[in-house]
């Protein structure tokens, strides 16, 4: 028989990622209008600490997911239904890797190192460019709402699954009930 979980490492790497955003866009959305001030500074270096976390965290999940078959949608599920699942997750894929790329290039272009939890300097991805680190201010901004839109509709999608279908959604990412 087929499990219909995640592997464990997929679950916990899921939750992580998921707290991580959860934790790190309202901090950002509330850092922003900020006075300068040593308090604003401090805020921005968590800020980043999570957005740095987050890409490692990315980048094994993709490994994790390349070498470990994850388990198959319900045969329940219409074919567009499989189709928006699979384009829904590549999106999020790439925008949770986008979206701290772009506050590290942003970070690096106006002139402000990333060091990751205060101890390892991370190098300067662009060169100090004020107009460069705007635009890419920009983008980071839309892509986190982008991803906050796709995150909505990620978590609509599995609740109307479990709650309206009856299908094992949550259980799929260790949420209640068992195999």
Known sequence: MTSVRYTSP???LHWLIALLIFVGFPLGVYMHDLPLSPTKLQLYSYHKWIGISVLLLVG???VW???HTPPPLPADLKAWERAA???AHGALYLLM???PLTGWLMSSAKGFQTVWF???PLPDLVGKDRALGETLEDAHEILNFVMLGLVSLHVAAALKHHFVERLPFLQRMGLGGKE
């Open 10 to 12: 997929a679950v916990i």
């Open 60 to 62: 094994l999940r993709l």
């Open 65 to 67: 997911r390349v070498t």
């Open 85 to 87: 699942s699979h384009a």
């Open 97 to 99: 890797i986008a979206v």
């Open 118 to 120: 205060g101890v390892l």
